[in-house]
């Protein structure tokens, strides 16, 4: 897997000798599958967001489930970023509505909220937003857009486990808010997810949903009203979750120090070297432009001048990723846009219909970020880049 002995890759999940022991404990323990530790797991997450909070096998069918709860099915229609992983449009479609991409801002890389609200329409029943790399979009702009218009918001926060609005963590507030556990997450439990619930959700179709609709009663009594999927955690990953986040803040605040380095490094290079066209993350750790927002630095992204790097032999984006494997360095493309996938072009999208998100999604990438990384592994990276660009 690596090109060299010493290869840097993108990501990297961390996983602590006691985090093991305690796995090994539960390997033990018989009870493997949903138990115990899925229950400690959703209490410590229920606290961590000040409300009711379900886990689930993964961070897609949080999604899922959530846009059931809130009554999204065929014939309705749904406003979501393009920029994303497939999954945020493909539960759309899985509870038969239509997903509707809108532009983002080439800023934060983010869906429009202009845009958004511009495309609202009769259909429209929800909005879908995701939060790049962890940074939030303005969360009293879309919520005021949700309210003018009476429409459910799911928040697919999958990479924004401990990012903040205005002081308060993502999550804490509004409607549905999804998280994704996946191995290369600030928090993860190898696979996993979870669900955050509004006051007025469902909360028992919730846990139903997510283990075949079934609805148990007494020592043997077994009813099912609606389908559901197997969705449910087990206590393997529950356990590593419990460990993670125990140790977040110490995680989020190495990613922070990372980032700073990043930017230390980064930004006298571009001045110097006149790479104006080669766009920074919108939110330095230090800066006082964006007091309401707290990033948890899940992924430090660039957006290349491919445009001016083809007359030095970057004629592409894959072309510089190679360019850097061979210098040991890993990058990770996150994404290329949704709506230009064959399933999507079939559905009636096509080029030049999201022009931004279709120029940032063919030349953006993410440089390594993880907790086990040091000031000198971003060194690495930096001079790597110095003469890849």
Known sequence: MSATPDFLPFSRPSIDEATIAAVGDVLRSGWLTTGPKVAAFEASLSEFFGRRTLCFANGTCTMEVALRLAGIGPGDEVLTTPITWVATANVVLAVGA???????????????????????????????????????????????????????????????????????????????ASFSFQANKNLTTGEGGCLVLPEQADRDLAERLRLQGVKRS??????????????NLNDIAAQIGLCQLAQLEAIQGQRRSLAQAYFERLKPLVRARGWDDCALPVLPPDTLAHADIETNWHMFQLVLPLERLAGKGIDSRASFMAAMKARGIGIGVHYPPVHLFTLYRNLGWKPGDLPVAEQVGRSIVSLPLFRAMSTADVDRVVTALEEVL
């Open 98 to 176: 239509t997903p509707r991409f809108v532009d983002i801002d080439p800023v934060t890389r983010n869906i429009d909220l202009a845009k958004l609200e511009a495309a609202i329409g009769p259909r429209t029943r929800a909005l879908l937003p995701v939060y790049l790399s962890g940074l939030p979009v303005n969360m009293d702009r879309l919520y005021a857009i949700a309210a003018r218009h009476g429409l459910r918001v799911i928040e697919d926060a999958a990479q924004a486990q401990g990012s903040r609005w205005k002081g308060r963590r993502v999550g804490s507030f509004g409607d549905f």
């Open 218 to 231: 007494g020592l043997d009594a077994m009813d099912v009203e609606t389908p559901g999927g197997k969705f």
